[in-house]
């Protein structure tokens, strides 16, 4: 009886499945893409649709749809199978029960979470008075399904008499024991925002103090949920789940802090948006960003610690090469308080953001104070070359130290030495690394050919056969490819097939066969060979002449081969 993994595979093909996040060009029976998990322009991440594979070419990354989707959208095995599942319709009959109970119930125990907290927030006037003083219309509130939480053990109870274990509550972070050992809601009187993940499931909550308890100074204005099986801070973004589309369109988004600032915008017209929700900006969020886009429009909190986390993000940026620009908020503290006052003000000033260097170039020099004070300046120049120092384009680097002279009043020669300086510390601090070789860098020669030639041999029978014809000189890993060619270590040659030799015509490939076989047959002999000299010098220390002379004929007759081929 096939497995539910197996029926999944059977009912959606890859090609499918993998053209949902990236554009797939015909290539043959296969298809050829730019790979999405490392930067490239000439496309080397090739789908196998026989074979239900895939396989960059570039990077070394390749598997099935369930690892696809596992690394695309940051998913542990149980959380990806399950998303392929609905979209094949299957029921999941053999899921592991470890792992029904470690995530699928923490799902469902978050959905009816969000369930109670947004019946909760229909039925109390204040809540949803504060939420449309603050400029959100009901289908916003809709939409995102926010929600209210009295607190207390008002959800506790709901869930227990929804038949629900209150240990997966604990789990889920939804509620906690106080010390007397009592299950109480862990959100107190507090206004609700879902936290959604890539594929459409809740994982966690934000919750905004509300009326009376926002009087306790220990009440902290806002408190996600704690990290559980099914949520990482440092891999979720609030409000992607609904932009990446517009994302990838527009091939940028604009960062703003909060989860108002992020609604606001989005009622706004502004869909290419995502909000950090105070937890800052990891590899994890932009390598998902960098899939979908080359550009960042950031707005941050106009503030001391809004420059901070912009400094802080921008050095981040950097590292996956992203332009990167400024949404400047004049007067108002975020952008949630600027849309409340003027509907248009996000579209205008995303028009007219400005690159974040310039924009940090602005900030530091337009004053005075900056360049009165030597030490201020030494101070602030520095940091800020540390900053260009982690930009990855040297071109773009070399016009922001232009562009840092002009605003600093310093000569470029100057800045350069600085820079030079920095780079130098920075490669002194670090500890000695042996650098990553690639996957067969260390092969023999003769493996390399027949790496090649066995590729060639899966364009069609024909080379193939030529191939064979050929198989004693063949190293025996990949003669057993050859021989074999519906097996599994047969998947990624055939893939390589698209990949080297998709674009060439039948003459030109069969020209290739024939010089490859050539050099193989070379490397054969030269090794043959080789291994006759040591015979030879072997005989000669011991006095072995029958020996000698065996093996001096056979030496001969190898390099006759030699250079007839040659």
């Known amino acids: ?95 592991n029960p470890q792992h029904q109970r470690e995530f699928g119930i923490l799902y469902d125990i978050n959905e009816e979470a969000k369930r109670f907290f947004y019946n909760s927030l229909v039925t109390n006037k204040d809540a949803i008075s504060y939420l449309t003083n603050r400029g959100l219309t009901k289908e916003t509130i809709q939409e995102f399904e926010l929600g209210f939480s009295p607190g207390g053990e008002s959800l506790s109870m709901h869930l227990i008499q929804k038949k629900y274990d209150v240990r997966d509550a604990l789990r889920a972070g939804l509620v906690y024991r106080n010390t007397r050992g009592l299950y109480r809601d862990r959100f107190d009187s507090r206004i609700m925002f879902p936290i959604i993940n890539h594929v459409g499931k809740t994982v966690a909550f934000t919750g905004r103090v509300f009326g009376s308890a926002s009087e306790n100074p220990d009440n902290p204005k806002y408190m996600n949920s704690p990290e559980s099986p099914v949520f990482n801070k440092s891999k979720v973004l609030y409000g ?80 996956f090469d992203f332009h990167t620009k400024v949404i400047s908020l004049g007067e108002f503290k975020d952008p949630a308080d600027a849309l409340l006052k003027d509907l248009m003000f996000m579209k205008n000033a995303i028009e007219s953001a400005k690159p974040a260097f310039q924009y940090l170039f602005d900030l530091y020099f337009s004053s005075g104070k900056v360049k009165n004070d030597l030490a201020l300046k030494k101070r602030v120049v520095r940091h800020i070359i540390e900053i260009l120092a982690t930009i990855k384009s040297s071109i773009e680097q070399s016009e922001w130290m232009r562009e840092l002279s002009r605003s600093s009043g310093i000569p470029e020669t100057s800045l350069s030495e600085e820079l030079e300086h920095i780079e130098h510390e920075k490669q002194d601090g670090k500890a000695e690394e042996v650098p990553m070789k690639e996957k067969h860098q260390f092969e023999r020669r003769i493996d390399i050919i027949a790496r090649q030639l066995t590729s060639l041999a899966f364009t069609n029978d024909e080379f193939r056969g030529i191939v064979l014809e050929n198989k004693e000189f063949m190293p025996r890993p990949f003669l057993s490819v050859l021989e074999n060619p519906g097996a599994e270590s047969a998947t990624v040659f055939q893939m390589q097939s698209t990949y080297l030799f998709g674009s060439a015509d039948h003459e030109e490939l069969k020209k290739e066969a024939l010089e490859l076989i050539k050099q193989l047959k070379l490397e054969y002999y030269k090794a043959i060979r080789e291994a006759l000299q040591r015979e030879i010098k072997e005989a000669g220390v011991v006095g072995d002449e029958e020996k000698l002379l065996e093996a001096t004929r056979k030496f001969q007759e190898c390099t006759q081969k030699m250079h007839q081929l040659s």
């Open 1 to 95: 009886m096939p497995k539910d993994v197996d029926i999944i595979k059977e009912r959606l093909s890859v090609a499918d499945v993998l053209r949902g996040y990236i554009t797939l060009l015909p290539a043959g029976k296969n298809f050829k893409a730019n790979c999405p998990f490392h930067q490239e322009k000439t496309p080397s991440f090739i789908v196998s649709p026989d074979r239900g594979r895939w396989h960059c070419f570039g990077c070394g990354e390749g598997g099935d749809i369930i690892t696809f989707v596992m690394k695309y959208e940051n998913l542990e095995f149980p959380e990806a199978l399950r998303f392929l599942a609905e979209k094949a319709g299957v029921q999941l009959a053999s899921v």
């Open 240 to 319: 992607l789940n609904k932009s990446k589309g517009d994302i990838a369109r527009e091939k940028s988004f604009v960062v703003v802090e909060g989860q108002m600032d992020f609604l606001m915008s989005w009622q706004c017209g502004i869909k290419n948006c995502v909000a950090i929700s105070g937890t800052g900006f990891t590899e994890h969020h932009l390598e998902r960003l960098r899939r979908l886009a080359d550009t960042a429009i950031v707005s941050f909190d106009n503030d001391e610690a809004g420059r901070k986390a912009l400094e802080r993000t921008l050095t981040l940026f950097n590292k």
